[in-house]
């Protein structure tokens, strides 16, 4: 372009000197044709880019709202700023997540009663059978004498019994202290009476 003004020299350039008068000159129609397809190509370049940036703005409307105000801008940079620092601090905060699930299930499973060994789930079945046998009760210290076993051993058998199945009372009337153990739910079994 700069290459048609110096030879339109309708443009001042540098070299040349500003002058007050006013000089007519001849440009060939060649020229100016050139320079008039030139404008018109940038004049129709002009208005497609306008079309094209209007199109583009309705789209980013669509999928991402309006274009924000100029007073909203730093506000937003502000939540975007603060959004990446929580979404990087995420990965850090889902593993703390993992780990107080893991240390709830432990202190769950911890107050779950044990599975009762082989040893006290075969006294518990002998207990089963002598409760029937009995009419489905009997005072701890007979069975105590019928599982031949000592005092302490059976508290621990007591402790470990399922209380949905067995249950603990005094005998009313009998000597202070004197408990009896009954079973709670009768077991499908018909009770076998001597």
Not at 60 to 67: D, F, Q, R, T, V
Not at 167 to 176: M, T
């Given at each position: 372009m700069k290459e048609v003004a110096q030879a339109i020299k309708v443009f001042r350039t540098q070299e040349e000197p500003p002058s007050c008068e006013t000089a007519a000159v001849l440009v060939p129609l060649e020229t100016l044709e050139a320079i008039l397809k030139g404008l018109q190509s940038l004049n129709q370049e002009v208005k497609e880019l306008k079309a094209r940036l209007k199109s583009l703005e309705v789209l980013?409307?669509?999928?991402?709202?309006?274009?924000p105000q100029p007073e909203e801008?730093?506000?937003?940079?502000?939540?975007?700023?603060?959004?990446?620092?929580?979404?990087?601090?995420?990965?850090?905060?889902?593993?703390?997540?993992?780990?107080?699930?893991?240390?709830?299930e432990k202190a769950f499973h911890k107050s779950e009663p044990k599975a009762p060994g082989k040893k006290t789930a075969a006294r518990i079945d002998k207990l089963k059978e002598i409760l029937k046998h009995n009419g489905g009760s009997q005072a701890f210290t007979q069975l105590q004498d019928d599982l031949d076993l000592n005092p302490s051993q059976f508290s621990q058998l007591v402790n470990?019994?399922?209380?949905?199945?067995?249950?603990?009372?005094?005998?009313?009337?009998?000597?202070?202290?004197?408990?009896?153990?009954?079973?709670?739910?009768?077991?499908r079994d018909p009770l076998a009476i001597r």
């Open positions: 980013e409307e669509i999928y991402h709202g309006p274009a801008v730093p506000l937003l940079r502000e939540c975007w700023t603060k959004r990446r620092e929580v979404l990087d601090d995420l990965p850090s905060r889902v593993w703390g997540i993992e780990e107080d699930l893991l240390t709830l470990k019994l399922d209380k949905r199945v067995f249950e603990i009372s005094r005998r009313p009337g009998a000597k202070r202290g004197e408990k009896i153990l009954k079973l709670k739910v009768r077991i």
